[in-house]
């Protein structure tokens, strides 16, 4: 597809070449018919196709006039199609757009620790909300150009291509960023999309979607850390809505309410951090910051929901907790995320 701007370059490049045509047939039409030297016809060619209103170098011939008026029909015709080129490219936007690409290119190359989405249909709608919402910097993919969000001022930028494609993840800012999902409502797109934005950040947490059952293997294979199946999950959770309502509504509002006082984390143990080495008994999560301990995911990837007080913290594992804003962030202190 091409830009504004190859789109003008192409044209200037059309109008570059007809001009040295005019000038070449130009100088040889009045060597032939004229019998001048080389450096007369060329100097006659050019003053006569820039229109510049100097008089005949030598006298011409009949012949020789009409060549002339061909000459400067054929001049003004080509300036005046780059004259137009020019003026269109700036009169529609188009200049504009080419500046703001710019501009857009540079925001992206100062980007860090910040998230792709892949796939701006209703599901990568939603998690581009949720990321913009948690005021975290999100890239949004989509090579639907109408279907992009507009440009935001702080931390929403829109990248109209392929996700698939090495080029437009790098500049997408790929090796710097924290996470990335592939959200097309096509499995092979985003087993492409996940082998991909793989191969180019081994440390990157990629989160898929997938539309069959047969598609999480797939995209486990393919690199992606998380695979989420958006007909299985509403499947469950509305069963869970008939059999456990409240405690459906309670884990909704926790985890997405913007006004509730409490709040579910999850925070890594750093190394080096307070927490490292010490039993869950020891630690004294609670009476240090008030927050609370649901769960550990441990750094082998094991999920222990039932924490035993004599369990070892080791760096690499990731608490699930419950607190306020302030107590989680004086967990996060303690297990070495903040103020080291």
């Given at each position: 597809m091409r830009?504004?701007?190859?789109?003008?370059?192409?044209?200037?490049?059309?109008?570059?070449?007809?001009?040295?045509?005019?000038l070449v047939a130009g100088?040889?039409?009045?060597?032939?018919?004229?019998?001048?030297?080389?450096?007369?016809?060329?100097?006659?060619?050019f003053i006569t196709?820039?229109?510049?209103?100097?008089?005949?170098?030598?006298?011409?011939?009949?012949?020789?006039?009409?060549?002339?008026?061909?000459?400067?029909?054929?001049?003004?015709?080509?300036?005046?199609?780059?004259?137009g080129s020019l003026t269109d490219y700036i009169v529609?936007?188009?200049?504009?757009?080419?500046?703001?690409a710019r501009r857009l290119r540079?925001?992206?190359?100062?980007?860090?620790?910040?998230?792709?989405?892949?796939?701006?249909?209703?599901?990568?709608?939603?998690?581009?909300q949720?990321?913009?919402?948690?005021?975290?910097p999100v890239v949004v993919i989509d090579r639907v150009l109408e279907r992009?969000?507009?440009?935001?001022?702080?931390?929403?930028?829109?990248?109209?291509?392929?996700?698939?494609?090495?080029?437009?993840?790098?500049?997408?800012?790929?090796?710097r960023a924290r996470g990335l999902v592939a959200a097309t409502d096509n499995d092979a797109d985003n087993v492409f999309i996940v082998l991909s934005a793989r191969s180019l950040?081994?440390?990157?947490?990629?989160?898929?979607?997938?539309?069959?059952?047969?598609a999480e293997p797939k995209l486990r294979k393919a690199g992606a850390n998380h695979v989420v199946l958006p007909n299985a999950i509403g499947g469950r959770r509305m069963a869970g809505m008939l059999l456990h309502p409240s405690v459906v509504d309670f884990l909704d509002v926790v985890m997405h309410s913007e006004d509730l006082e409490l709040w579910l984390e999850d925070i890594a143990i750093a190394t080096g951090g307070a927490l490292a080495g010490l039993t869950v008994g020891s630690a004294q999560v609670r009476t240090a910051t008030g927050a609370t301990i649901l769960a550990i995911k441990t750094s082998g990837g094991k999920l222990l929901t039932a924490v035993s007080a004599d369990y070892i913290l080791q760096p690499g594992d990731i608490m699930v907790a419950l607190g306020t804003r302030q107590q989680l962030q004086a967990l996060e202190r303690l297990a070495g995320l903040v103020g080291t």
């Open positions: 830009t504004p701007r190859s789109r003008l370059t192409r044209r200037l490049l059309i109008v570059g070449i007809a001009f040295a045509i005019i100088t040889v039409g009045y060597i032939l018919l004229e019998d001048w030297s080389l450096f007369d016809a060329a100097y006659m060619t196709v820039s229109t510049v209103g100097f008089g005949e170098v030598l006298p011409l011939s009949r012949g020789g006039r009409l060549f002339t008026i061909v000459l400067i029909v054929t001049g003004v015709g080509a300036a005046a199609y780059a004259f529609t936007g188009e200049l504009q757009g080419t500046i703001s540079g925001r992206m190359d100062k980007l860090s620790n910040h998230y792709i989405v892949c796939g701006y249909g209703r599901v990568g709608q939603q998690v581009v949720e990321l913009v919402n948690s005021n975290a992009l969000p507009e440009q935001n001022a702080t931390n929403l930028l829109p990248l109209h291509g392929d996700a698939s494609d090495d080029d437009v993840l790098r500049l997408g800012g790929i090796e950040n081994r440390d990157l947490v990629i989160v898929a979607r997938g539309l069959g059952a047969d």
